[in-house]
């Protein structure tokens, strides 16, 4: 008999990797998703199923997080060996226009979990993964961030998913459950969230490479992240959630950089420096120097002629409205637990996921060969 996995949060990035991973090592997916007016499945289309399949072993199942009824109704059904609480309203920045819901979704949603697994008697049966996060650690009170540094939140977002991780907690005390919580540090890909800023910078830094934009704008340039990629984190749930005994795991590469840094790599990628000069809301990012060969090989020949002529050009640029109210400055975790407990190892390091990303965007722009392509269905991701 296969393991039965069921996963909230399934049509987003961590969700659509984990998915694919799962499937490939031989359980049932069951997947939670919102409706929607438009279908948002794209990230696991290449995975999707007919439900006119036989013996089909991905099902997707619509439900909210801010529905009991509903997630008791599912689990009851579907009977998992694990629950990957993955859904959540992610984005620092909303969560400031949307702290109720936000609350609702990521802090009370993961007691529906607990609480609906408790009811329905499968204590002993169903593991629990929550999906926590270093946003916990906020305005840092340690360097680096471990499983034992105090949590000081700094947004709704991270408040909401501290009440998160403490009720994972006191369950798994209380009721003696299999339920752990993997502290993640910030995780991108190419089929990241286009808001967060590594997408947001990767997909920018493409179209101008195109000459389909002039510039991009920024927030705070000097927030410093532990960056690290969306394949090797969802290999870390999966792993936390085959220990004998349910614990809480840091999960991060144990470096840190700026988002200016990145941007440069970004460019970088196609052959191209960036200089940055002024300070604060003035400060800009000027093209200094256009490596033709790497552009030509990583870019495409065609596009030269407008990378040159932008140079001494301004591409990036600061504005305020996307700074937050209360900003996390700092975040570097210390992944010495999940490497030793788990054997957890990343694949990637940070330039190895900014090339994945560049590679992806340029592509995904190209809008000619995206089309033809068929988006993100000509992805799997762990070939
Ligand atoms: P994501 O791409 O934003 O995906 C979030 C998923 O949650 C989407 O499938 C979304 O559905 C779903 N969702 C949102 N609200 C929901 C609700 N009320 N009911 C049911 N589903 C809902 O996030 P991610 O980057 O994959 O992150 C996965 C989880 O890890 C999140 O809980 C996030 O907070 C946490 N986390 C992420 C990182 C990171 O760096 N990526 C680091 C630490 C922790 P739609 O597709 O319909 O929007
Ligand atoms: N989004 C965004 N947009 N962030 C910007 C921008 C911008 O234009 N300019 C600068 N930043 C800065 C933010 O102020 C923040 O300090 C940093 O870049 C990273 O922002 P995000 O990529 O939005 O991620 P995050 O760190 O706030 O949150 C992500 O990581 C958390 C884990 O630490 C999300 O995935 C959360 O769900 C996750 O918990």
Known sequence: MSKVALITGITGQDGAYLTEYLLKKGYTVHGIKRRSSLFNTDRIDHLYQDPH????NLILHYGDLTDSMNITRIIQETQPDEIYNLAAMSHVKVSFDSPEYTANADGIGTLRILEAVRLLGLTNK??????????????VQEVPQKETTPFYPRSPYAVAKLYGYWIT?????????HASNGILFNHE????????????????????MLGMQEKVYLGNLSARRDWGHAKDYVKAMYLILQQDTASDYVI?????????EFVKMAFAEGGVEINFRGEGVDEKGY???????VFKEKVGEEYLPVILSKKDTVVVAVDPQYF???????????????????GWEPKYDLPGLVADMMEGDIKLMKKDSYLKDGGYRIMNYFE
């Open 189 to 208: 890909s190419p089929i990241r969230g286009e808001t967060f800023v590594t997408r947001k910078i990767t997909r920018a830094v493409s179209r101008i």
């Open 53 to 56: 399949v036989v013996n089909r």
């Open 324 to 342: 937050r109210p209360t900003e996390v400055e700092l975040l570097i975790g210390d992944p010495t637990k999940s490497k030793t407990t788990l």
């Open 252 to 260: 991060a590469t144990g470096i840190t950089t700026e988002v200016r």
């Open 287 to 293: 093209i200094a120097s256009v490596d033709e060969k």
């Open 126 to 139: 169903t593991r629990i993964y929550q999906a926590s996060t270093s946003e916990l650690y906020g305005l």
């Open 169 to 177: 907690v006191n369950y798994r005390e209380a009721y003696n459950m």
